[in-house]
């Protein structure tokens, strides 16, 4: 069984400043890190993932993520947001013998001006 | 990347009907559907995983015979909420994957019971 948790169900945050949001994993097998972004009534974009290689990954919009496998986590960042940048976000995994995505619980990124 | 078109965006119906919503694969064959329920300010709650051409798989406490899924072809998949109730009234996504680790989401169906 896998499970994520994401430590803040709301991030308030000023535009221009940086942001992190944090997401944490269980797992007893090797996973595919995800971060998905919602805005209101909408589906999911996927904002960036893990699947091997560099820890660090660069997504859309200028975000980045770093896979960290002792620590369990995959952090979401952003140097400087934007208004735009309002919205819900999600981190998944999926193992990577398995077929289906587990989420968080969801961190809503409020940027105020 | 790959389109998933889930219609309608916003259904409105009468307590006792049913309702439909298609998701479909635009540009891929999705060997694997995924329908998802999403509460007000929460995270997604799988509802049940379906493959083409097989009977849905449902998550613990799901009523598969209120959630009707159909995934007839490797394009299309439907869930029908049947004889809905004011409770039923929810954010409802699709999701399909073609066997790759990615999975495209539908747009979402904004159900209200009335």
């Known amino acids: 069984a896998q499970s994520v948790t994401q430590l803040d169900s709301q991030v308030p945050v000023f535009e221009e400043a940086p942001v992190e949001l944090r997401c944490n994993y269980s797992?007893?097998?090797?996973?595919?890190l995800f971060w998905y972004v919602q805005y209101p009534n909408q589906g999911l974009q996927l904002l960036l993932k893990y699947l091997s290689g560099s820890t660090l990954v660069k997504g859309i919009n200028g975000f980045e993520a770093e896979f960290n496998k002792s620590q369990t986590s995959f952090h979401l960042r952003k140097p400087s947001v934007h208004i735009s940048d309002t919205a819900e976000y999600f981190c998944a995994v999926i193992s990577n013998a398995g077929n289906m995505l587990t989420f968080g619980g969801g961190t809503r990124l409020m940027v105020k001006p | 990347g790959a389109v998933v078109s889930q219609h309608p965006s916003r259904v409105i119906c009468k307590s006792g009907t049913s309702v439909k919503i298609e998701c479909r694969s635009l540009?891929?064959?999705?060997?694997?559907m995924f329908w998802y329920r999403q509460f007000p300010k929460q995270s997604l709650m799988l509802m049940a995983t379906s493959n083409e051409g097989s009977k849905a798989t449902y998550e613990q406490g799901v009523e598969k015979d209120k959630f009707l899924i159909n995934h007839a072809s490797l394009t299309l998949s439907t869930l029908t909420v049947t004889s809905a109730h004011p409770e039923d009234s929810s954010f409802y996504i699709c999701?399909?994957?073609?066997?790759?680790?990615?999975?495209?989401f539908g747009q979402g169906t904004r159900l209200t019971v009335v």
């Open positions: 797992s007893s097998v090797s996973v595919y």
């Open positions: 999701s399909a994957r073609s066997g790759d680790t990615e999975a495209f």
């Open positions: 540009d891929f064959q999705a060997t694997t």
